[in-house]
C-alpha cells in the first residue's frame, strides 16, 4: 500500500473531514525550495510554509491587485523557486538568507557587503541570480522584515517629539537640539534635517501576527490552552496564576486578600539590629484604586517627575497600559520584569554560591554593611592592619570546592 500511494498519490479530490478533527493543511502542496544535503536545517522551506499559511487561506482566489504584503511575498516565494544558476539546488532565497545572515553575524558594512556580493557575482557562472547589491537583496526579503514606526526623542531621553511636542525643534525640559546641529556659511550653529535619535516602535498587533506565523511559535502561544501539564499542582504558567484566572473570570468584586503575616517581621537578628516590624502588613490595592492613584498623579515642574515621589507614593512614569478598557480588572495592574529580575537574580545567585570574584554579592562592601546593620557575627571581617588588605572568610552559603564539582 505505502509503495502504491508514493506512486499514485493519495486519492484524488480527497474530502478533508475538518469536522471530525481533520485540519486544513496547504504545506504539502506548497513548492519548496531545493536545498543542499549539508543545509538541509537551514529552515528556510518551513519558515515559508508557514508564513504561507499564516497570510493565506487554502483555496482563496488572488487578488488582480494584491496589496503590500502579498506582493511582497509573492516576489519572496518567486525567488524561492529560482535557482541560484543551472548548475546548483540551492535557490535564490536560499543564498541571499545565508549571505544576509552572515552579514549580520560578522558585522559587515553595507560598501563591504556590496563588494562580496560583486566579487560572488564573478566567481559563480553565467547565468546567474545571485543579487548585485544590498539594496537588491534586501528587496527580496522584505516580506520578511517587521514594520515600525520611527518617532523622534530628545537625544537625553527626556520626550519624544510627538503630540503636543510635534512641532518643537528642542526639547522642552532639557533644551536639547532635536535636530543634529552644523556650523553655517556664517560660523553659527544652526539645525539640519537629521533628528539627534529616533525611537523605533514596533507595532503590537504585527508582532503577535509574526510570532503566529511560524507553527512552533504559534504552538508555544496556545501552549497554556492546549498544552499539557505534567505538574498540575505547580504555577508553570502565568494562566495558573490568580491574576490570570481573575481576569478570566471577570469578577472585580472578588475579595482581595491581605499578604500572609510572615515570621521575618519579628526577626531582630538576620536583619536590622534589634528591630522588630510592627506595622500593619501592606493590603494589595485593587486594580480600580491602582488606577485612581496613577490618574492623581501631577506632574512636578520644578524637580521633574511626579509631586508627591518618595512620600505618598512610588510612580516615577504612567504606562499606556493604564489606557487598556479592562485595566480596571486586572488583578495585577502592575508588575516588574520578570525575564530581567529572574536573569539577574539567578545570575547574583550563582555567582554568590560559587564565589566567582566581582561578580559574587558577598563583597567586602557587602559585609562591612552586614557588620553595621545585622547581627551576624559569623560574617563580620576582622580589620586589617595598615597597608593591608580586606580579607573575607567563607560564608556557610558559599559552595566549597569539592561541592562545586559535584554541581558541574
Not at 494584491?66 to 535557482?83: I, V
Amino acid at each position: 500500500m505505502g509503495v502504491d500511494i508514493h506512486n499514485n498519490r493519495f486519492v484524488p479530490n480527497y474530502t478533508r473531514w475538518i469536522h471530525h478533527g481533520e485540519h486544513h493543511r496547504i504545506r504539502e502542496e506548497v513548492v519548496r525550495p531545493l536545498l543542499e544535503e549539508y543545509d538541509a536545517d537551514a529552515g528556510m522551506a518551513d519558515m515559508m510554509a508557514d508564513f504561507h499559511e499564516a497570510r493565506f487561506v487554502e483555496g482563496m482566489e488572488v487578488e488582480d491587485d494584491p496589496e503590500e504584503t502579498a506582493k511582497a511575498f509573492y516576489t519572496m516565494m518567486e525567488a524561492a523557486q529560482k535557482p541560484l544558476h543551472e548548475k546548483t539546488m540551492v535557490s535564490q532565497l536560499d543564498a541571499i538568507s545565508r549571505l544576509i545572515a552572515l552579514k549580520s553575524q560578522l558585522g559587515i558594512s553595507r560598501d563591504g557587503f556590496d563588494l562580496v556580493l560583486t566579487v560572488l557575482g564573478k566567481l559563480l557562472p553565467d547565468p546567474h541570480t545571485l543579487p548585485k547589491n544590498t539594496y537588491e537583496s534586501q528587496r527580496l526579503l522584505r516580506a520578511l522584515k517587521m514594520p515600525y514606526e520611527g518617532i523622534q526623542a530628545c537625544p537625553k531621553g527626556c520626550v519624544l517629539f510627538r503630540g503636543d511636542h510635534e512641532k518643537a525643534t528642542h526639547c522642552p525640559k532639557c533644551k536639547a537640539s532635536r535636530f543634529v546641529e552644523v556650523e553655517g556659511s556664517d560660523g553659527k550653529k544652526k539645525q539640519s534635517k537629521i533628528p539627534e535619535m529616533v525611537l523605533r516602535h514596533l507595532p503590537f498587533l504585527q508582532r503577535i501576527q509574526r510570532l503566529y506565523m511560524t507553527e512552533e511559535s504559534a504552538k508555544q502561544m496556545t501552549w497554556h490552552k492546549n498544552g499539557k501539564r505534567y505538574s498540575p499542582d505547580k504555577m508553570v504558567h502565568p494562566t495558573d496564576g490568580d491574576a490570570w484566572k481573575h481576569f478570566d473570570d471577570m469578577n472585580p468584586g472578588k475579595a482581595m486578600e491581605a499578604r500572609n503575616n510572615h515570621e521575618l517581621r519579628q526577626d531582630e537578628k538576620h536583619f536590622t539590629k534589634g528591630v522588630q516590624v510592627t506595622d500593619p502588613i501592606p493590603q494589595v490595592k485593587s486594580p480600580v484604586e491602582v488606577l485612581a492613584e496613577i490618574e492623581a498623579l501631577q506632574i512636578d515642574e520644578v524637580n521633574g517627575g511626579f509631586i508627591g515621589y518618595g512620600n505618598d507614593h512610588m510612580w516615577t512614569r504612567i504606562l499606556g497600559l493604564t489606557r487598556l478598557p479592562y485595566f480596571k480588572h486586572l488583578l495585577l495592574p502592575h508588575n516588574i520584569d520578570v525575564m530581567h529580575t529572574e536573569k539577574n537574580v539567578a545570575e547574583a545567585l550563582w555567582a554568590t554560591l560559587m564565589d566567582i570574584g566581582k561578580k559574587s554579592k558577598d563583597n567586602v562592601k557587602a559585609r562591612l554593611d552586614v557588620e553595621k546593620i545585622c547581627d551576624r557575627p559569623k560574617l563580620v571581617m576582622k580589620t586589617p592592619v595598615p597597608g593591608k588588605r580586606w580579607k573575607r572568610g567563607l560564608a556557610d552559603y558559599i559552595l566549597k570546592k569539592a561541592d562545586r564539582k559535584e554541581v558541574l
